[in-house]
């Protein structure tokens, strides 16, 4: 599954609103085919809701609108208010009869919406520094008994977190077998506590001259529920504040 992936919108209506949002605010789409190599600037021009349909300025350079019609995986992006926005058509139609210069697309499947505050990533501040609490089974034991974790947050956003851990600190590697932490409390000081489950995604040494010791430990957030995500970027926001002071 690639980043992309988590970002990717698949329902029908909520790729509609996001299409009349394009529309409404006369956001510029690049148009590129052929691997990346022929391309135009374009703006939509309506969207024809019972038909499924976009109908898009054409280029105006008639050479590069017959390889359009011509090409297969054609990508369109553009940028709205800061959010990255892009779809994919395996082909287009022809411009209407009478109307050369639009296009008529098919509504996509599937829309990216990436929005910038997504990976808007802050570090923890020294002072009230955030944690984040779980258990895990001490697999060292033989009696594999539960292991209470507690470790300061080194980074966090809307997306996920990091922390700081250190191996020597519980005699091996309590991450070793790990990938998925169930029920991990996040505690975001002055703000809120939240339990959400996790997701390991990388792990690499703070120094790269001790590629054993001190490690970082990103970690990715379950989707979170709106009011997480509120919560969330009210501490994002505090944090900001603060240091602004």
Known sequence: MSDNDNFTLKNSNEITRKLNLLLKQNSLLTVSFNEGKSFFISTLISIDLKKKQLHLDSASDKKINQQLYK??????EAKVGGVQVSFTLAKISKPLLGKSTEIILAFPSELIWLERRLFYRVKAPIQNTPSC?????????????????VLDIYDISLTGFSFIYDPDKFGYD????????KDC???????TK???DVEIRNQHPLKVSAPEKVQI???KFAPLTSAYESQIQRYLLSVERSRMQ
């Open 133 to 149: 609490q779980f258990t895990l089974i001490n697999s060292a034991s033989t009696e594999e008994l539960p292991l209470s974790v």
């Open 185 to 191: 409390t996040i505690i975001l000081p002055g703000v």
């Open 71 to 76: 090409a297969s995986n054609i990508l369109f």
């Open 174 to 181: 309590i991450f070793a077998d790990i990938q998925n932490i």
């Open 194 to 196: 939240l339990s959400i």
């Open 217 to 219: 430990i990103g970690l």
